[in-house]
Each structure stands twice: as C-alpha cells, then as structure tokens.
C-alpha cells in the first residue's frame, strides 16, 4: 500500500520561499513520474510539476517557471518542490502524487503542467499561504 505525505506548508510573504517535500512509503517509486498540483478554494485543481524516474526530465506550469524547481531523491523516496519568489496567487493546498508514465510534453497541459488525471497515487496535501 503506497501512501505519500507531503509537509513544509506554512504561511509565508510575498517574496519569500518554501521547500515542500514529500515522502513516500510501501514501495520503490524508481519507476514512477512524481508531479506536484495545487488547489485554491474555488478553483480547479492545477498540475504544477512534474519529474521523470529518473530526474532527467521535468515540466513546469508556465505560471510557476523560472520560480519553482522540483526534485527527487529515489534512495531515500522523498520529492521535494522548492517554491522561490512566491505571490499570493501561489496559496494553495499543494499534493504530490506518482504515475507510472511519462513527464514530457505529451504529457502535460495547455498550461505545462502535469496532467492530474494520469496520476494514481496522491498524499493529503499541505497548505501554502502566501500573504503579508
């Protein structure tokens, strides 16, 4: 049984930076595509990032690129996204989640970012607020 935890949410000012991570548990993810979504009340759910197995290849949400960056580290089964010059627009819950697919542009949105439905395994979510 996967379960995937994410933490490192919290209220932040604009301008300022977060480091989400996300840990896996239950078995190897060596093989999965990690992406990061995010939710704002009232709104749809937004794919933000993804990352390949093996990390070679990653996508960003044009509303995200150039500020975040996302990685893995499969040895220990941890993803992280690391969230800089952040902007009220960026509150969210933010969820990982695992597909065992592919992170390349047939594979995203209009947007550029991951493709929520392709994903199977999601965590709970952590809340980011950005806001002075």
């Known amino acids: 049984h996967l379960q995937l935890v994410e933490s490192g949410g919290g209220l932040v000012q604009p301008g300022g930076s977060l480091r989400l991570s996300c840990a896996a548990s239950?078995?190897?993810?060596?093989?999965?595509?990690i992406g990061w979504f995010r939710q704002a009340p009232g709104k749809e759910r937004e794919g933000v990032s993804c990352?390949?197995?093996?990390?070679?290849?990653?996508n960003y949400a044009d509303s995200v690129k150039g500020r975040f960056t996302t990685a893995r580290d499969n040895a220990n089964k941890r993803f992280y996204l690391q969230m800089n010059s952040l902007k009220p627009e960026d509150t969210a819950t933010y969820y990982c989640?695992?597909?065992?697919?592919?992170?390349?542009?047939?594979?995203?949105?209009?947007?550029?970012?991951?493709?929520?439905?392709?994903?199977?395994?999601w965590g709970q979510g952590t809340q980011v607020t950005v806001s002075s």
């Open positions: 989640a695992a597909a065992f697919g592919y992170c390349d542009s047939a594979h995203t949105d209009r947007h550029g970012g991951p493709k929520a439905f392709e994903y199977d395994f």
């Open positions: 239950g078995f190897s993810l060596d093989n999965y595509v």
């Open positions: 990352i390949s197995p093996a990390g070679d290849s990653r």
